[in-house]
């Protein structure tokens, strides 16, 4: 799966989620198709070309960021894709990333919250019976947020792109996809249970959406069982993670 920063796919007819954080994207059997989509799909050309611009990106690990509570075998397959990528040349390095703990601390449910009460406002006094309960859950705690509050998220996130542009420049974030195994539908029946799983499944994935950048999740197979590896990139750096993607897509299956 690919989702590429914010405003390079048009939005238009799109039911809306968060107006802040809502990109479209696209999945794929493989980067190729991805790429090929996108190409279609997208509504601005960037000017730098899809060739990568730094000759020897880094692939940075955090170290305080994106592995909480991480299944024992989603850790160890993670490892033997990381080992085949440096070994196949590529400069992976493992460090602490500053910002992240300060976007960890952002409350990021406030911007669904809130815009999606705006959005479906009308929507949920007169037909609140139709909208799935786990979206009205979310729309409920808007009640929560302040104006203030809701003004201050959107200046502290500005501020906070910035700074993650700044340090990862023409780098790449890898981390894995997902921390845990897809959950059964039956336990996601217990709304505590799905909010839990819900939060850690997205923990990792909006990164991308709230820094603007883009992010693509590569399918890795270990003893037959998928994880995912994800890249991250910056704000319109699209079209060179494509491209390294499409060369970590081949290590990852040697």
Not at 109 to 122: D, G, I, K, L
């Amino acid at each position: 799966g690919f989702k590429p920063t914010q405003d390079s796919i048009s939005r238009d007819g799109v039911l809306t989620l968060s107006c802040s954080l809502d990109s479209v994207g696209l999945m794929a059997k493989n980067v190729e198709l991805c790429k090929l989509g996108y190409h279609a799909m997208r509504s601005k050309i960037n000017s730098k070309k899809g060739k990568l611009q730094n000759k020897n990106p880094k692939l940075i690990i955090p170290s305080n960021f994106g592995f909480e509570n991480i299944d024992t075998e989603i850790k160890v397959a993670f490892d033997l894709a990381k080992k085949k990528i440096i070994e196949n040349g590529y400069e992976v390095i493992e460090i602490n990333v500053p910002i992240l703990d300060l976007y960890k601390k952002v409350p990021i449910w406030q911007f669904a919250s809130v815009e999606c009460a705006t959005e479906y406002f009308y929507l949920y006094d007169q037909k609140k019976h139709l909208i799935d309960p786990n979206v009205l859950r979310r729309i409920e705690r808007a009640n929560e947020v302040m104006a203030v509050e809701y003004n201050l998220l959107q200046k502290i996130r500005i501020d906070l792109i910035e700074e993650f542009n700044k340090f990862l420049k023409n780098n790449f974030l890898i981390m894995p996809t997902v921390t845990i195994e897809p959950p059964l539908l039956e336990k996601c029946k217990d709304s505590e249970f799905y909010d839990e799983a819900n939060l850690i499944s997205l923990r990792n994935t909006t990164l991308a959406n709230y820094m603007n950048g883009c992010s693509i999740s590569i399918p890795y197979f270990e003893n037959k069982k998928p994880i995912g590896i994800m890249l991250n990139a910056i704000t319109n750096e699209d079209d060179t993670l494509l491209s390294i993607s499409s060369e970590i897509e081949k290590v990852l299956q040697k």
